[in-house]
């Protein structure tokens, strides 16, 4: 594990000024992905390991963040599995899953066959990145998964989804062990971490989250017992910021019930601009790393002064914290950078940080 400032937030260590790490900081944003865009697909971007390397690192060499994160789509398990998959521009699965196609995934040694290159690819950035920065490799937690395998999209009702948990149960019996190796070749590749992004988890009732799911992230967190964080965004988006007290209802409250085999298995979690960062933070008993969450929406705005009052605004009360009570946090969004968000944002999000708490 890396001496770095993000590894250190990572492990809970208190710091003066916060490593800073954006969901998305590689893509359509970003001028240098937009040359490389033009020339090559996006399969290629992701496939190609030194092409993906030259997209992870793109925003390391412009706006120095303290850790890089594998430019790579987390669709590409259910491709290896079986399911025909392309980007026009966006993802498109050719079909939706149901038994019969089920029955005919790959074997997990063959599947995992087909996701070397993101290994490959972690080398490459390792190889690339200085010594200071963290390398962070991600994939899409189960039901994520399955969503999208189902609905072709994690947008909407979600109907037939959650209309079928005979179907995720079988599903994810064959997808958990494949993200497992995936995960472990990822930390071969050289990942200091690796995050489950379960977006789509968001729209689960508590009790759903409970039964379906949450034992299948157990079974991911004890292959890699603290060295894994989860991220989940919010289902009610209209929901006011939310308060937090105490160690249990921080998770209890984003993943809908207490863990079979316990929280601590996770190295820490990402949290959505609806929560109460601060409160987050002071929660009693509170470990592991907290990763957020300035409104992405906001550093997106075509309006420079909006841009700064709204990032004035989320960094005064972390202001007020102390090294301790600001511990194991790592600077970032509520979720990735969108489209559009103007460059000079980014570089001044980066900076105003730094600078707010020298």
Same mark, same amino acid.
């Given at each position: 594990m890396t001496d770095t400032l993000f590894m250190r937030a990572v492990?809970?260590? +208190?710091?003066? $000024?916060p490593p800073i790490w954006l969901m998305r900081q590689a893509g359509r944003y970003h001028r240098p992905y937009q040359l490389l865009r033009a020339r090559h697909s996006f399969e290629s971007l992701c496939r190609e390991p030194e092409l993906a390397a030259e997209v992870t690192m793109g925003p390391i060499l412009d706006f120095d963040f303290d850790a890089a994160i594998l430019f790579s789509d987390l669709l590409f398990p259910l491709e290896a599995l079986g399911m025909g998959l392309k980007y026009d521009p966006g993802p498109q699965l050719d079909g939706a899953l149901d038994e019969a196609r089920l029955a005919r995934f790959r074997p997990i040694d063959e599947a995992l066959a087909r996701l070397r290159f993101q290994h490959d690819a972690? $080398?490459? $950035?390792?190889?690339?990145? +200085?010594?200071?920065?963290?390398?962070?490799?991600?994939?899409?937690?189960?039901?994520?998964?399955?969503?999208?395998a189902v609905e072709g999209t994690h947008a909407g009702p979600l109907a037939r989804a959650k209309a079928s948990p005979a179907l995720y149960r079988a599903f994810a019996d064959r997808m958990v062990p494949l993200l497992i190796e995936?995960?472990?070749?990822?930390?071969?590749?050289?990942?200091?971490i690796v995050m489950l992004f379960d977006t789509a988890a968001g729209e689960l009732s508590a009790e759903a989250f409970r039964t379906w799911t949450l034992p299948d992230l157990d079974k991911i967190a004890a292959a890699f017992p603290n060295q894994l964080g989860y991220y989940?965004? *919010?289902?009610?988006?209209?929901?006011?910021?939310?308060?937090? *007290?105490?160690q249990?209802?921080?998770?209890?409250?984003?993943?809908?019930?207490k863990s079979t085999s316990g929280v601590d298995l996770f190295a820490g979690i990402g949290l &959505?601009?609806?929560? &109460?960062?601060?409160?987050?933070?002071?929660?009693?008993?509170?470990?592991?790393?907290?990763q957020g969450n300035f409104d992405e929406t906001a550093l997106a705005s075509p309006d420079h002064t909006t841009f700064t009052t709204a990032l004035?605004?989320?960094?005064?009360?972390?202001?007020?914290?102390?090294?301790?009570?600001?511990?194991?946090?790592?600077?970032?969004?509520?979720?990735?950078?969108?489209?559009?968000?103007?460059?000079?944002? $980014?570089?001044?999000?980066? &900076?105003?940080?730094?600078?707010?708490?020298?």
């Open positions: 492990r809970g260590e +208190p710091l003066a $000024v972690m $080398v490459a $950035v390792r190889a690339r990145l +200085p010594r200071d920065k963290g390398l962070i490799g991600f994939v899409g937690g189960p039901w994520t998964l399955f969503v999208y995936n995960i472990r070749i990822q930390f071969e590749g050289g990942a200091d989940r965004k *919010s289902g009610d988006t209209n929901r006011p910021r939310r308060s937090i *007290s105490g249990e209802t921080v998770f209890e409250t984003i993943w809908g019930g &959505d601009s609806h929560w &109460d960062l601060p409160a987050a933070l002071a929660a009693p008993g509170r470990r592991g790393f907290i004035t605004r989320f960094l005064e009360p972390m202001r007020q914290l102390d090294a301790e009570a600001r511990r194991g946090w790592i600077c970032g969004l509520g979720h990735g950078v969108l489209p559009g968000t103007p460059e000079d944002h $980014v570089r001044a999000f980066v &900076d105003t940080v730094r600078k707010a708490f020298a």
